[in-house]
């Protein structure tokens, strides 16, 4: 049974690219939940999905972010016109619903690294 | 906004030596987790506590949460050299709201 998966592991951009992160989420849950972490700091809330719908949006940037989980695939962060300050981890996480109790399950992450 | 605190920012034992690190938020709450990360990895889920409960354990685990402080602690017994990691606690609000996370307590276990 596979965890929340990430992908890529790692990536590299050049300021003004585009950044595109996968997630799938574990088997059998319907919630997706996006965070970012800058090194030595903890995790910030960017953005709560279920499957064709986003719940909440109330940590994700105005500008240049966007985040979708289709009917079929994985959740994508999107991130437009990379900048420096881009630079972070993002995590990835899914629960299976709203059982009141709303354990987390994470990915190993994913690393961006803008140029 | 960030909900929960820990504190110390850092904490350096000897192994089989107790460590304890607090967790402060600042409004009402379901429930209090805490998670663990290791270098470079995602975050595992340790254990949680509900709002009703005072004191739970799980292994070396222990955590206590006094809600009239707004307050929880995490010990971690007898530690080992593999408890190294940074340590978050998480709070659920009440509502369909997403885990606010601290900034963590970076935990040093040397053998």
């Known amino acids: 049974n596979a965890g929340v998966m990430q992908n890529p592991r790692h990536l590299v951009r050049r300021r003004g690219q585009e950044a595109r992160l996968r997630c799938s989420p574990m088997k059998g849950h319907s919630h997706v939940y996006w965070y970012r972490q800058l090194p030595e700091e903890g995790l910030k809330f960017m953005v709560y999905?279920?499957?064709?719908?986003?719940?909440?949006e109330s940590g994700m940037p105005k500008e240049r972010f966007s985040a979708e989980f289709p009917k079929e695939g994985p959740s994508i962060l999107r991130i437009q016109q990379v900048v420096r300050g881009d630079s972070a981890a993002y995590f990835c996480a899914s629960s299976p619903g709203l059982s009141g109790a709303n354990v987390l399950t994470f990915g190993a992450g994913s690393r961006l690294t803008v140029l | 906004s960030q909900q929960g605190e820990e504190d110390p920012q850092a904490l350096s034992i000897q192994e089989g030596e107790n460590a304890t690190m607090n967790c402060s938020y600042k409004?009402?709450?379901?429930?209090l987790q805490w998670y663990r990360q290791n270098s470079g990895r995602g975050l595992v889920h340790l254990i949680l506590?509900?709002?009703?409960?005072r004191e739970k354990h799980s292994g070396r685990l222990r955590v206590t949460l006094d809600t009239s402080k707004k307050s929880s602690s995490l010990l971690i017994t007898a530690s080992r050299a593999a408890d190294t990691a940074s340590y978050f606690c998480?709070?659920?609000?009440?509502?369909?709201?997403?885990?606010?996370f601290g900034k963590g307590t970076r935990l040093s276990v040397i053998a």
């Open positions: 998480a709070t659920l609000n009440s509502g369909n709201t997403p885990l606010v």
């Open positions: 999905l279920q499957k064709e719908n986003i719940i909440d």
């Open positions: 506590i509900r709002s009703n409960e």
């Open positions: 409004t009402s709450i379901n429930n």
